[in-house]
């Protein structure tokens, strides 16, 4: 059973527009949840992240929100930019166990 | 610069042959982890350190050994590669938040 799902494989939005992204959980034992961004040819590079203990982190244009009950997080990008073109994915450690989503592929249409 | 470093960044290699990918990183971290991305599938984590010989498995560690004899270095050894193996291989090292640095990456065909 995956613990963390994207259900969106992709994603397309016009520039200057809001991108959101989802993410959908099963356990709830993480202090942080994590986005990272993926480039081709590139490791992942670390987005964002909210505790456990919070239901919402900004950052510039990217803010996450956790929705605890619900068991989601969204990340929202306002306003979009072609060179958020990326696959994003969300994924915690707990004890050093690390599990990701499948990725959302965002394309950002100039 | 802050960074991890894989080596090799792309091997194509025969079923049996053992290999190692090497991973460091220059950052002081306690711990690291290894990932293997395939289409669709995301990135599975197949083991991790919590520090110096301590090693865990994660996900997918069937077919795979590491070893963590030094902080900065965590190689990954694949005693007899099988062409399920070919994927897209990433170290990485964290701090105590959990935020991971990843490698470059390191592309294996095993044929």
């Known amino acids: 059973d995956q613990q963390v799902k994207q259900n969106s494989p992709s994603l397309s939005v016009q520039e200057g527009r809001i991108s959101i992204l989802n993410c959908d959980y099963t356990n709830s034992m993480f202090d942080y949840f994590l986005w990272y961004k993926k480039y081709p040819a590139e490791g992942p590079t670390f987005l964002i992240s909210i505790s456990s203990i919070k239901d919402k982190n900004e950052d510039g244009r990217f803010t996450v929100f956790l929705n605890k009950s619900a068991k989601h997080l969204s990340l929202h990008i306002v306003p979009s930019q072609p060179g958020d073109s990326a696959v994003y994915f969300c994924?915690?450690?707990?004890?050093?166990?690390?599990?990701f989503g499948d990725g959302t592929t965002l394309t950002v249409k100039p | 610069e802050a960074q991890v470093t894989q080596n090799p960044r792309y091997l194509i290699t025969v079923t049996g042959k053992k290999l190692t990918v090497t991973c460091s990183q220059n950052?002081?971290?306690?711990?690291m982890s290894w990932y293997r991305q395939d289409p669709g599938l995301g990135l599975r984590q197949i083991y991790y350190?919590?520090?110096?010989?301590?090693?865990d498995k994660g996900d997918v560690p069937e077919g795979y050994k590491v070893s963590r004899k030094e902080k900065r270095n965590f190689p990954l050894i694949l005693e007899s590669p099988s062409p399920n193996q070919t994927s897209l291989y990433f170290c990485?090292?964290?701090?105590?938040?959990?935020?991971?640095?990843f490698g470059p990456g390191t592309r294996l065909t095993v044929t």
């Open positions: 950052m002081n971290h306690e711990y």
């Open positions: 990485a090292s964290g701090g105590v938040s959990y935020e991971q640095y």
């Open positions: 994924g915690y450690t707990n004890a050093g166990k690390s599990t």
């Open positions: 350190s919590m520090n110096v010989e301590v090693t």
